[in-house]
């Protein structure tokens, strides 16, 4: 064997490597990659009216709604408006909300001591000029997990806005990622 075909062979696994990181690079301008929201260009405003409650939780969607609101402004894909100047609506019905207990105190099988409070809501998001649907889902959940102080209706007033703002963030991330 000749001292060209040994340097030829030693050279062989860089060679390779480079052609491999070529091809890669050149395959990657090919791809196009989307970052950030998959709706529709035209989509820039939003109108939220209060959610519609349908459970049997009072008030709930006074604090879902401000949730929904407070992550619309916060990811900023979408500005909000008045009704009369949005590109869209976005309806949001909330059709479950649940307590699960989660955790019990030591050495008890029968006394819960946590929680598990689950808000569950339907939206659809459709273009003011022709009500066409832009995105929907049937089912989102937020959820928090809560410790049982005191009385539940105190413990539940303070873990329904963690609740919500889960909530919140599922329905916007829903809307900005939907792919129809």
Same mark, same amino acid.
Request: glycine residues 4%; charged residues 20%.
């Given at each position: ?34 970052? &950030? ?70 050495? +008890? +099988? ?57 909530? &919140?963030?599922?329905?916007? +991330? ?7």
């Amino acid at each position: 064997m000749t001292d060209r075909t040994a340097t030829a062979r030693r050279f062989r696994p860089f060679a390779a490597c480079a052609l491999a990181a070529a091809l890669l690079v050149a395959a990657a301008g090919c791809i196009r990659y989307q970052l &950030g929201s998959l709706l529709p260009s035209d989509i820039r405003t939003v109108y939220m009216p209060t959610c519609v409650n349908e459970t049997s939780e009072p008030l709930i969607e006074i604090d879902a709604t401000r949730a929904i609101l407070s992550q619309i402004q916060m990811d900023g894909t979408l500005r909000l408006a008045s009704e009369e100047d949005a590109d869209t609506v976005l309806d949001v019905k909330l059709t479950d909300f649940d307590l699960d207990p989660v955790g019990y105190v030591s050495g +008890s +099988s029968s006394t819960v001591n946590q929680y598990r409070m689950r808000i569950t809501a339907s939206f659809v998001l459709y273009r003011q000029s022709d009500n066409s649907v832009v995105a929907e889902s049937t089912s989102v959940v937020g959820w928090h997990d809560f410790d049982f102080t005191g009385d539940l209706t105190s413990s539940k007033a303070v873990a329904l806005r963690p609740a919500a703002e889960d909530l &919140g963030r599922r329905i916007v +991330s829903a809307i900005v990622q939907y792919w129809p």
